[in-house]
């Protein structure tokens, strides 16, 4: 075929197709790595917060009794439905947190205690954060123990054995504070003189008492009620007696508040000594002193049971003494 100088159709670009316009590509940057400077800089921050959470001390409140931990199921924001689970989980954070180095102390959980501090703050008691709230009001007014890897089993009766000693403590103070009232008038005094009465009269007991572990309970009725204290205290070393405290200042409340309201209360002390038989000596509380009790007394008062009046045995090992007469500050 000759050519004649004209292209053929199937020869000829497409006329019906659109020319595409391409747009230019834009390339992402590329996230930069982080210098050695910055990374150091983080890292040197993250350390620094650390130790800044080990100066910050925690509390946790603890859920002791079954019934309690019964009362808060009933909040929807309470995560827990087993008292058993729920104490391992607890075992594990104060383990954790003093893996990390944190001070923690724990508090008993009162189930009504809080609902009353949700009445009077106006918080909202479905809430985790008003549950905080309650447990730093719990660490601020005391009746805490020092978390030092014990385990739960051990720290639960100790827990419940501080919050008795503080409620004894709050309820004797308030009936010291009301026998200063005489009608309208306040006499500070009152109460002041028989606290520094029953300190000195702690102190002459132990130092009466000699060296040894001596084991102190003192009893005194008031109120419609009874208030026990209870204290050791360790002579066995050179110097003063080692208090344990706080029961020392429970202990100080209630004697003195048997003191201030005359009541007829009692005061028995255990000692043990090595290589010695224990003995258990015996004072009544009389005319804002101690009064020594004989031996007969002391035995009477051991051997007798407090419910029904009737006498049981002796316990085997101990010997019951007269109380040892204690001088009178002026």
């Known amino acids: 075929m000759a050519y004649t100088g004209r292209r053929s159709h199937r020869n000829r670009p497409d006329e019906h197709r659109k020319p595409t316009t391409q747009r230019p590509k834009t390339q992402k940057p590329k996230p930069q790595k982080p210098t050695t400077r910055q990374?150091?800089?983080s890292t040197r921050r993250q350390t620094t917060r650390r130790a800044l959470r080990r100066e910050v001390p925690s509390t946790v409140a603890l859920l002791a009794d079954e019934?309690?931990?019964?009362?808060?199921?009933h909040y929807a924001s309470f995560a827990f439905d087993d008292h058993g689970a729920y104490l391992r989980e607890m075992e594990g954070l104060l383990k954790a947190l003093a893996a990390k180095g944190v001070h923690t102390t724990v508090a008993l959980f009162d189930p009504v205690a809080y609902e009353e501090f949700c009445a009077d703050t106006r918080l909202d008691p479905d809430t985790a954060a008003s549950r905080t709230r309650y447990t730093a009001e719990l660490a601020a007014a005391g009746g805490t123990v020092t978390y030092e890897g014990q385990p739960i089993a051990r720290?639960?009766?100790r827990l419940i054995g501080?919050?008795?000693?503080?409620?004894?403590?709050?309820?004797?103070?308030?009936?010291?504070?009301?026998a200063g009232h005489n009608g309208e008038c306040r006499d500070d005094t009152t109460a002041r003189a028989a606290f520094d009465r029953a300190g000195a009269a702690l102190r002459a007991v132990v130092e009466?008492?000699?060296?040894?572990?001596?084991h102190l309970v003192c009893s005194v009725p008031a109120d419609g009620t009874s208030l026990l204290a209870v204290l050791h205290a360790d002579a066995r070393e050179a110097g003063p007696p080692k208090l344990a405290e706080p029961s020392g200042l429970v202990f100080r409340t209630v004697l003195a508040c048997g003191f201030a309201l005359r009541s007829p209360g009692g005061l028995v002390l255990r000692t043990i000594v090595a290589d010695s038989p224990e003995?258990?000596?015996g004072?009544?509380?009389?005319?804002?002193?101690?009064?020594?009790l004989s031996e007969a007394e002391v035995f009477t008062a051991y051997c007798t049971d407090a419910e029904t009046g009737e006498p049981i045995p002796p316990e085997h090992g101990v010997e019951y003494r007269a109380g040892i007469p204690l001088s009178r500050p002026e």
């Open 39 to 41: 990374r150091t800089r």
């Open 67 to 73: 019934r309690d931990f019964a009362a808060m199921r």
């Open 155 to 157: 720290l639960v009766p």
């Open 162 to 178: 501080v919050a008795e000693e503080q409620t004894t403590w709050e309820y004797a103070t308030a009936l010291l504070s009301r």
């Open 208 to 214: 009466a008492a000699g060296a040894g572990i001596h």
């Open 279 to 281: 003995t258990v000596r």
């Open 283 to 292: 004072w009544a509380l009389q005319d804002g002193w101690l009064r020594p």
